[in-house]
């Protein structure tokens, strides 16, 4: 299966992306609740405050049977924006004001009210409505040398107001993300681009150019991790360098042993041949005329006729095996003999030419 080539920025890119969403996410979810908590806990505080401030004239409002002013304050009190609607009961469990006025006087059946009348304690019930959660703070009307509750006051408010304010703050909080979001990348990627991927580019353009017969230890050193890289491929270019070098110099001296060598055996079997030696690179090295003028130059300088330059076509293509035949230079006849040796024969000479003159001469 092939593998998906994805470039290093646009790797950083997805990953720094799906972590900084991770992190709005979480840090929303996190905030978005404990908001919503903070202002649950603040409406019924108000709802608390409400009961409390109000008990008194409410219970003031019951025992002198005013239900003129026992109206007016639960009108006051419907009002309010969290309000849904307000149920009061007497002691004696019978409706005093109700939103519904056809249940004003009949007895209470609301269980909520039922308690809270029993017990004299307060209860908070929270339930669901076609708009939204709700809740119904149900409380009793004590006063003082009292056991019992005077009333009970059931106050039904909504949530909605809380919900469309974590709309608006949910709306402005992602907004605001992905402007810093766009913000953050666009800082993350210029900088990713300056300090990373253009070193890493830098770095590629030179691999590429490098030889090893050139190479030179150029690389920017620092002190960061690039700096340490460049620094590394320095020392490795200088090793190379140095190895190389040693190599050549070997390889010299050892074709100069074995050129001596060669020339010396072949002088000595043959002391009117002229002997011509070659390197690796078709440079040559020996040549025993002492007119010639070839020394350093290429093998092909030596060929100046077609009939040489097959001779030596063909011994590259027998390498190990010698070729022969007659070749003419200078309007001299040479009995030629060409041996290409092996590489694992020879470091240094790879091309050997022996020209010895033929006793008769062609007619002109």
Do not use: C, H, W
């Given at each position: 299966m092939k593998r998906l080539q994805i470039r290093f920025s646009q790797r950083f890119g997805f990953i720094g992306g799906l972590a900084f969403t991770i992190v709005i996410l979480v840090a929303h979810v996190y905030y978005a609740n404990r908001t919503e908590r903070v202002l649950r806990e603040r409406l019924i505080e108000k709802a608390t405050f409400i009961n409390t401030f109000l008990a008194f004239p409410f219970s003031l409002?019951?025992?002198?049977?005013?239900?003129?002013s026992l109206v007016q304050i639960t009108e006051q009190?419907?009002?309010?924006?969290?309000?849904?609607?307000?149920?009061?009961?007497?002691?004696?469990?019978?409706?005093?004001?109700?939103?519904?006025?056809?249940?004003?006087?009949?007895?209470?059946?609301?269980?909520?009210?039922?308690?809270?009348?029993?017990?004299?304690?307060?209860?908070?019930?929270?339930?669901?409505?076609?708009?939204?959660?709700?809740?119904?703070?149900?409380?009793?009307?004590?006063?003082?040398?009292?056991?019992?509750?005077?009333?009970?006051?059931?106050?039904?408010m909504t949530f909605k107001r809380i919900q469309e304010k974590m709309s608006q703050m949910r709306d402005g909080f992602f907004m605001y993300a992905i402007g810093v979001y766009i913000l953050c990348m666009t800082l993350t990627l210029t900088a990713l681009r300056h300090w990373v991927s253009m070193p890493i580019l830098m770095l590629k353009g030179y691999l590429q150019r490098l030889t090893p017969g050139t190479a030179e230890a150029n690389l920017p050193e620092g002190n960061d991790e690039f700096g340490q890289l460049n620094t590394a491929l320095n020392e490795l270019i200088l090793k190379f360098k140095t190895e190389i070098q040693n190599i050549s110099m070997q390889q010299q001296s050892q074709g100069i042993q074995e050129g001596d060598l060669i020339r010396q055996l072949l002088t000595t079997l043959e002391p009117e041949a002229r002997l011509v030696l070659a390197d690796k690179d078709n440079q040559i090295v020996t040549d025993t005329d002492p007119d010639s003028t070839t020394l350093g130059a290429h093998l092909l300088d030596l060929m100046h006729d077609t009939v040489f330059g097959a001779l030596v076509g063909k011994a590259f293509e027998l390498e190990g095996q010698p070729a022969k035949g007659a070749v003419t230079l200078n309007d001299v006849v040479y009995q030629t003999t060409v041996l290409r040796l092996p590489e694992s024969f020879s470091k240094g000479i790879r091309t050997l030419i022996l020209l010895q003159k033929n006793k008769e001469t062609p007619n002109t």
């Open positions: 409002a019951i025992s002198t049977k005013d239900d003129v009190l419907e009002k309010q924006p969290e309000v849904l609607s307000v149920i009061l009961a007497d002691y004696q469990g019978e409706i005093r004001y109700s939103a519904d006025q056809t249940k004003i006087g009949e007895p209470v059946e609301d269980p909520l009210i039922k308690k809270v009348m029993q017990s004299g304690q307060a209860e908070i019930d929270m339930y669901n409505t076609a708009n939204g959660p709700a809740m119904a703070f149900t409380a009793p009307l004590m006063i003082a040398g009292r056991a019992k509750p005077l009333g009970v006051v059931r106050t039904d």
